[in-house]
């Protein structure tokens, strides 16, 4: 049963410090989506990639957030530095076109003191 | 872009009873309604998914329906049960898994 894999499950830092999340998507899969959840906003968008090539990263904050695929079986999910606003759920999730729908990670929780 | 709208945000009702969460969407191009129940501190995970070619899908005590001249599509669980208990997610998209946009989610408490 393939799944999506994510690290660190938890992150607990300091405001100013730098975080990377990782994340592994599914053999096969080529699109890859970060999510961020809190308790009041749902499932938020962040971006997302297809073939490795960001497609749209418009629901991140370019001035701290970063998002990047060095090769097909790796995305990253970097902020620097981090605030306490950043605490959150941040969800990876892959898919492809034969499959039409996501598959997520299991999140990695990370608290910014 | 599509927007999607849930509702009710928080939903409780009683064992055995059924629960029904609604969503609307905006875009009439749409053609993929998934539904995602995420427990606590898990992951949401696809519980049932209806195409626009179809106007209902049933998988044991799950159903959801799709009406498209009123874009609009329920979730439907019948003789709920305690586990049943979650946030539930609908989504809707229409270029594939390009640009599927979540509702905001029902906390669905099922109380024995």
């Known amino acids: 049963d393939a799944r999506v894999t994510q690290t660190p499950r938890h992150k607990v830092t300091e405001m100013g410090q730098e975080v990377t999340m990782r994340c592994q998507p599914i053999l096969g899969h080529n699109t890859v989506f970060w999510y961020r959840q809190t308790m009041m906003q749902g499932l938020e968008l962040l971006a997302y990639?297809?073939?490795?090539?960001?497609?749209?990263d418009s629901g991140m904050p370019k001035d701290r957030f970063s998002a990047e695929m060095p090769d097909a079986t790796l995305a990253t999910l970097k902020i620097q530095p981090s605030e306490p606003r950043d605490s959150a759920v941040y969800f990876c999730?892959?898919?492809?076109?034969?499959?039409?729908?996501?598959?997520f990670g299991p999140g990695t929780r990370l608290t910014v003191l | 872009g599509e927007n999607v709208e849930q509702h009710p945000s928080t939903l409780s009702v009683q064992e055995g009873d059924s629960a029904v969460i609604k969503c609307t969407y905006s875009?009439?191009?749409?053609?993929?309604f998934p539904w995602y129940k995420q427990e606590l501190g898990k992951r949401p995970q696809l519980i049932i998914d209806i195409r626009s070619n179809v106007g209902e899908k049933k998988d044991q005590r799950i159903a959801v329906t799709l009406n498209k001249t009123a874009k609009h599509f329920s979730l439907h669980i019948t003789e709920t049960q305690p586990e049943d208990s979650a946030v539930y997610f609908c989504?809707?998209?229409?270029?594939?898994?390009?640009?599927?946009?979540f509702g905001a989610g029902t906390r669905l408490t099922v109380k024995p």
């Open positions: 999730a892959s898919g492809s076109r034969e499959t039409d729908t996501q598959y």
């Open positions: 990639f297809r073939n490795r090539a960001p497609l749209d």
């Open positions: 989504a809707a998209t229409y270029e594939g898994i390009n640009d599927m946009r």
């Open positions: 875009d009439s191009a749409s053609n993929y």
